[in-house]
């Protein structure tokens, strides 16, 4: 099993809608990441959290430190949006655990 | 704004060349790593640098050598390519391990 398990592995979804993508992980970590890659390669950090909750445009990113989950939700989402979304765990040693991405599309 | 460049975005070998894939950052990051990023699995670690001239391997650096001479500089070196080294490297860097990773745009090697 996989310490950082993302879902889902692909989303399509229509423009505006509320979009979440989950990351579960099993290890202790010391913070979480969320970052987004763009077809091309170029991958950009978005979030970087460790308890709580953050905010940054129509991105929210929460992390649940008791049940080792976190969310990332996009809201009103656009066709810009449209990337693979990843999700990784600094470990206690702060070497960075990846999950797999999730692949979104958003149509017009 | 953090820069960290590739040397290239595109890069096509035949099996047995020697690649040298080259990434430079402009912040003074102490740390440097270098990626490898296929369908389905995610990113995997095949070494990082903590500083000059020091170098540690990660999950999977068997066939890669690394070379990190100036700070900025970070070498990645397939001594003898082969087909199953066909992938996205990605090179990153930060400042300290409390820090974020910055990335470079990624050169996606082709092994003929």
């Known amino acids: 099993k996989n310490e950082v398990e993302q879902s889902p592995q692909n989303l399509t979804a229509q423009e505006g809608e509320f979009i979440t993508i989950n990351c579960s992980y099993s290890v202790g970590i010391s913070a979480l990441h969320w970052l987004q890659q763009h077809p091309g390669g170029g991958i950009v950090s978005l979030f970087m959290?460790?308890?709580?909750?953050k905010k940054h445009g129509r991105l929210i990113a929460t992390i649940n430190i008791q049940e080792k989950h976190s969310s990332l939700h996009i809201t009103a989402s656009h066709p810009r949006d449209s990337a693979v979304y990843i999700c990784a765990v600094k470990g206690v040693d702060y070497q960075l655990i990846w999950g797999a991405g999730t692949k979104l599309i958003i149509k017009p | 704004d953090v820069k960290v460049t590739q040397s290239s975005r595109y890069l096509v070998k035949r099996t047995g060349e020697k690649v040298f894939l080259e990434c430079v950052q402009d912040m003074d990051h102490e740390n440097m790593f270098w990626y490898r990023q296929d369908p389905g699995l995610g990113l995997r670690l095949i070494y990082f640098s903590y500083d000059v001239k020091m170098k540690e391997k990660g999950d999977i650096p068997e066939g890669y050598s690394v070379s990190r001479e100036k700070k900025e500089r970070f070498s990645l070196i397939l001594e003898s390519a082969s087909t199953n080294q066909t992938s996205m490297y990605l090179c990153a860097s930060r400042w300290t391990p409390y820090n974020e990773q910055f990335f470079g745009p990624g050169t996606r090697l082709t092994v003929l």
């Open positions: 959290l460790s308890s709580g909750k």
